[in-house]
């Protein structure tokens, strides 16, 4: 599908999906809790079906009932079916710790694109607790033969994917004689982290942790079931954000401003910029200003590089942004991607290992490729509603995490017409 972009003044209310992060970890923990939990708002996409089709092959119970999910767990079996994770990273290194735990052989299999992130250092350290597991590269597929998890001591890198720290934070409180998590390589994107540790005290469990997020420690306890409600979600929201600082002004609502999500720093990035921002009780108001480049680490909210990325490209002076090589590794080359991008849009940039440098210009219209990358496809449409003459080519990729976003953007005076729906 394609996304025609014609210059647009952004103004009206939006109101910002629940966060996919949550969404997926509160399905995990209530499938490890025994009993009916309820997950209330839920983000409907295609990541968190993936991640309720597996969990349903493994014995969890889900139902919905309305904007609520009603999740029984806590009895897992073996599953006659493949687990296919489809493009969702979290719910495959979740899943892989998880089938640790199932009676049994797994075979978790996922999407061409999911196969070429890395996978390794999770496998490795679930051997190192005794997990029989294995990956299978010629058939995009993990083997886990799983049962009951001993646990004890473990060790694993920390600045590569902290979805890996994530997955045995997940299945620790459930080792036999508990778990000791100890990074060797600082932690990255430690927000995420966090988020599990946070959803995992509404599920009524407690994992000690040092300040330095380098070690982790859970004694053998059980997860209770639970209400767990679903906030909006930062990542998406930035996009709307940047959309009203640059294109005429938009209120973006369904945002808890105490939110633990490492992307809420957009916030501050904004300001940083210049643009006017209001905050409500649960919303944010931003306006357009004249903006100014930016030097910003973005170590721990990595998902902001193309957002961040196209405001620099018109904002004035030279914007810097470190902290981005793990920006290879995602849905796209996200450094690449961006790069080859904003070239098209006739905007200087310099790429290093760690290192994007982005001149601000006045861009031009141009095709862009999302390259399967929901994350690519919407920051781009905030430069093709400042320039106009915008094509995002396969735009339908935005359905892994917002797949409302083109009427969204719409219902808020983005002027786009899509081919091929």
Excluded at 74 to 87: I, K, N, T, V
Aim: hydrophobic letters at 40%.
């Amino acid at each position: 599908m394609r996304a025609f972009i014609a210059k647009s003044k952004i103004a009206g209310r939006a109101r910002v999906p629940s966060s996919k992060s949550y969404t997926i970890r509160a399905l995990m923990c209530a499938a490890l809790a025994q009993g009916e939990s309820q997950i209330k708002h839920p983000l409907i996409s295609n990541d968190t079906e993936a991640a309720r089709d597996v969990l349903s092959k493994i014995g969890v119970g889900i139902t919905v009932a309305g904007d609520t999910w009603r999740v029984n767990g806590g009895r897992f079996h073996q599953s006659a079916d493949d687990l296919f994770c489809g493009e969702s990273a979290a719910t495959l290194r979740f899943m892989t710790a998880i089938c640790s735990l199932v009676p049994g052989k797994c075979q978790l299999t996922m999407a061409p694109s999911l196969a070429k992130r890395p996978l390794l250092p999770l496998l490795q350290a679930l051997r190192q607790l005794g997990v029989n597991c294995s990956l299978r590269h010629d058939v995009n597929a993990v083997t886990v033969v799983g049962g009951k998890l001993k646990g004890g001591a473990v060790s694993l890198p920390g600045n590569i994917s902290s979805q890996f720290v994530s997955a045995l934070l997940l299945i620790s409180p459930l080792a036999e004689n508990g778990m000791t998590i100890t990074l060797t390589t600082p932690l990255e994107s430690r927000p995420y982290v966090l988020m599990t540790l946070d959803c995992q005290q509404q599920f009524r469990v407690t994992v000690g942790f040092s300040e330095e997020l380098d070690r982790f420690e859970a004694l053998k306890q059980a997860y209770q079931p639970t209400e767990y409600e679903v906030e909006g979600d930062w990542s998406s929201a930035s996009y709307l954000l940047a959309l009203g600082a640059v294109c005429g002004g938009v209120e973006v609502t369904n945002l808890d401003p105490e939110s633990r999500q490492g992307d809420k720093i957009i916030l501050d990035f904004l300001r940083q910029m210049g643009a006017r921002i209001e905050l409500g009780e649960n919303s944010v108001r931003v306006e357009k200003a004249r903006l100014r480049a930016i030097k910003a680490d973005l170590t721990d909210c990595i998902d902001l590089l193309p957002t961040m990325a196209v405001l620099a490209a018109i904002a004035d002076g030279e914007s810097e942004f470190t902290g981005i090589e793990r920006a290879r590794i995602k849905e796209s080359n996200r450094v690449a991607a961006v790069k080859e991008g904003l070239e098209k849009m006739g905007i200087k940039v310099e790429e290093e290992r760690n290192k994007l440098t982005v001149t601000g210009s006045v861009p031009r219209g141009a095709v862009i490729d999302a390259g399967n990358d929901h994350r690519i496809a919407m920051a781009f449409s905030i430069l093709g509603a400042v320039t106009g003459d915008t094509v995002i080519e396969g735009a339908e990729c935005v359905s892994k995490t917002f797949p409302q976003f083109w009427s969204v953007l719409q219902s808020i005076g983005g002027k786009v017409e899509l081919d091929g729906e």
